[in-house]
């Protein structure tokens, strides 16, 4: 395809190109900068007491939040949308699933585990784990109120709704992200994405972070890698308009697989 139809790159020799990367590594080092500045903030978060004694379900049996964290000091828990009664996991979760590492080891060495929870009963995902090759530990909430109140399932004949920081009354003002408008009963029972981090200290648990909807997306397809490139993500919304194709693969997109679904 030529270079006309699809806005690509203009050619040009290397020291013109070396100028305009410097010149963009400056930027870089400003958003670094910033990011580091952001991370200190979110660092410097209150927490919370959990209270409740949340019981979870793993490989091992019946195992309580603090189980969890396998003796060291710092949880990060995704939540991946897999319903109690679903044949498959969600896609777009999966695709998170499929880059978590096979080796935690880097996050081990730093006091810190990772883990993913579902609400699905853990046969379900023990089986989904094995059929996609993954190793990291993934336990069921199945019976609990821990995805309620973590605001990955939503269901205000449970608890409280809230999407994405927003209540069931500042949706009805803004609307969901889904389609524009207010949370009706219909959407109940809604599974959500979500990352959360926990902090342990002796035998209490306590809350310091969760992020949601686009908080998720260095998690997701690689971004972070396709970042880098000049077409992208591939997405529809990317810049510079007509360098490349969109591809539906965005998370939820309307191409997306479960990981064995890819034929390439």
């Known amino acids: 395809m030529s270079k006309a139809v699809r806005n690509l790159p203009d050619v040009v020799s290397e020291q013109e190109?070396?100028?305009?990367?410097?010149?963009?590594?400056?930027?870089?080092?400003?958003?670094?900068?910033?990011?580091?500045?952001?991370?200190?903030?979110?660092?410097?978060?209150?927490?919370?007491?959990?209270?409740?004694?949340?019981?979870?379900?793993?490989?091992?049996?019946?195992?309580?939040l603090r189980d969890l964290f396998e003796d060291r000091e710092q949880l990060v828990m995704h939540h991946f949308m897999f319903g109690p009664d679903w044949d498959d996991m969600c896609p777009s979760c999966s695709s998170a699933a499929d880059q978590i590492p096979t080796h935690l080891r880097q996050l081990n060495v730093r006091n810190t585990t990772l883990v993913a929870v579902s609400r699905a009963p853990y046969p379900k995902l023990a089986a989904w784990a094995k059929r996609m090759g993954w190793s990291f530990p993934w336990y069921s909430s199945?019976?609990?109120?821990?995805?309620?109140?973590?605001?990955?399932?939503?269901?205000?004949?449970?608890?409280?709704?809230?999407?994405?920081?927003?209540?069931?009354?500042?949706?009805?003002?803004?609307?969901?992200?889904?389609?524009?408008?207010?949370?009706?009963?219909?959407?109940?029972g809604s599974e959500?994405?979500?990352?959360?981090?926990?902090?342990?200290?002796?035998?209490?648990?306590?809350?310091?972070?969760?992020?949601?909807?686009?908080?998720?997306?260095?998690?997701?397809?690689g971004d972070n890698y396709l970042d880098?490139?000049?077409?992208?993500?591939?997405?529809?919304?990317?810049?510079?308009?007509?360098r490349a194709k969109a591809l539906g693969l965005e998370a939820g997109g309307p191409n997306t697989r479960v990981p064995d679904r890819y034929h390439v």
């Open 17 to 64: 190109w070396l100028a305009a990367r410097l010149e963009l590594l400056e930027k870089e080092k400003a958003l670094t900068a910033e990011r580091d500045r952001l991370n200190a903030e979110r660092r410097r978060l209150p927490m919370v007491r959990v209270e409740k004694p949340y019981v979870f379900e793993g490989p091992d049996g019946k195992v309580e």
């Open 142 to 188: 199945f019976g609990s109120d821990f995805n309620y109140d973590f605001h990955t399932t939503l269901d205000n004949r449970v608890a409280p709704v809230m999407l994405h920081f927003k209540t069931e009354e500042e949706l009805a003002s803004e609307g969901t992200p889904w389609d524009g408008g207010p949370w009706t009963e219909e959407m109940n």
């Open 192 to 221: 959500m994405p979500g990352l959360s981090a926990f902090l342990r200290v002796g035998d209490d648990v306590f809350h310091t972070y969760s992020t949601y909807g686009r908080g998720l997306e260095e998690f997701h397809n």
């Open 228 to 242: 880098l490139t000049a077409l992208g993500r591939q997405e529809e919304w990317e810049e510079p308009k007509g």
